[in-house]
């Protein structure tokens, strides 16, 4: 009975397939007009151009350990670009993009820097230290086999398709390329990020058809449009007030506060609680790391400088018609507190948070402001 695990090897497999998808995802973002990715055309990922000069077959590998000389990764990877159906005379570079570094005794270290011949007699160098016994064994060792398949090449072949050779090691994981791949959008919420990256990921699948897996650069840009424009912050929008109401810690915390003293000036101590509360869900609100923060900051910035305009003009208007200084001030202090907040591009933000930023405003002597109100 199955315990509800998939077949490990199975599952090696996908996981090994969705990593070549996301590197040709990656090779997709460098696309220019005319040019596509193919997956599984002459190999895993190929970059396919007008000129030769600008195409390139990539060869995808997720491994683990290192890349020495008889790493099958490399002999296996040379095989297939040497069979006879490979054309490999449409590419000008033949690209082993692979996860693996060195291995600290391999030959093969400075193999980008060298030309085919001097390729051919590292490979040559490797080969030969293969025993009569490696090579004449009934059933010989599967890296073996690769071995003598590629060095019994027609030594002309062999040396036309190693001239291409580029050996990418060392390449990112999964992971780093994910990251890379979410670092790539530019607009997008970071709470949107994954849903884009998936939406092209599927977009990427969905191209694969019975005849050709092929991703073109129009329509790639067109899927990144679609999803930019779903995806981005049309709108700005404000995080959630809820009203917070100070506990007596906190008041006893901020009780001697500038913007606290100006409310014990007119006698109004039943509403610190809440005053204290708004205070502190506003500078809560600018300190989390929200993803639209800098828009936050700066239009909390404008819209706070036009509440202590109206504020300013309000105080003054109170001041002609007042008879009583205690009374009246406190009716000021409701009267501005209950008002409705002044529209953000056409969007009314939380009461809360008006007030909030009148409160800030108001523990400052920049601004010279106070409730108190006298003729």
Request: aromatic letters at 10%; charged letters at 25%.
């Amino acid at each position: 009975m199955s315990n509800g695990q998939t077949k490990n090897s199975a599952l090696k497999t996908a996981l090994a397939f969705h990593y070549q998808v996301l590197i040709g995802l990656d090779q997709c973002f460098s696309l220019k007009e005319g040019q596509s990715i193919w997956f599984e055309r002459d190999g895993d990922v190929s970059l396919l151009c007008d000129s030769m000069e600008e195409s390139k077959q990539v060869e995808v590998k997720n491994y683990s350990d290192s890349l020495g000389d008889h790493h099958e990764n490399l002999w296996n990877t040379l095989k297939n670009w040497l069979a006879p159906e490979f054309q490999h005379h449409l590419y000008s570079a033949l690209v082993l993009h692979t996860t693996q570094k060195f291995g600290s005794t391999s030959t093969l270290k400075n193999w980008n820097q060298q030309d085919a011949e001097e390729r051919f007699n590292i490979l040559n160098a490797i080969f030969a230290t293969r025993t009569q016994e490696d090579l004449t064994a009934e059933k010989p060792k599967p890296i073996v086999v690769l071995q003598k398949f590629v060095m019994e090449a027609d030594p002309i072949h062999l040396k036309s398709v190693l001239a291409k050779v580029v050996l990418f090691t060392e390449s990112d994981d999964e992971k780093a390329l994910r990251d890379k791949l979410l670092s790539n959008p530019i607009g997008i919420p970071n709470s949107n990020k994954e849903a884009y990256l998936q939406g092209l990921v599927g977009f990427v699948y969905d191209e694969a058809h019975s005849h050709a897996w092929e991703v073109k650069k129009e329509q790639f840009a067109a899927k990144c449009e679609e999803l930019t424009s779903t995806y981005c912050k049309k709108e700005y929008t404000f995080p959630t007030f809820e009203g917070y109401e100070a506990t007596k810690e906190q008041i006893s915390t901020y009780q001697d506060s500038l913007f606290v003293k100006k409310i014990v000036e007119i006698d109004h101590h039943d509403v610190i609680p809440d005053a204290i509360g708004n205070w502190l869900e506003l500078n809560n609100s600018l300190n989390k790391e929200l993803d639209e923060y800098p828009l936050f900051r700066k239009k909390t910035d404008e819209y706070q400088k036009k509440l202590i305009k109206r504020f300013k003009l309000s105080h003054s208007t109170a001041k002609l018609s007042c008879t009583h200084p205690v009374r009246d001030s406190k009716l000021f202090y409701n009267q501005i507190i209950n008002e409705i907040p002044l529209n953000i591009e056409s969007d009314i933000p939380p009461i809360e948070y008006k007030n909030g930023l009148i409160h800030d405003a108001m523990d400052t002597e920049e601004q010279d402001l106070r409730w108190k109100v006298e003729p």
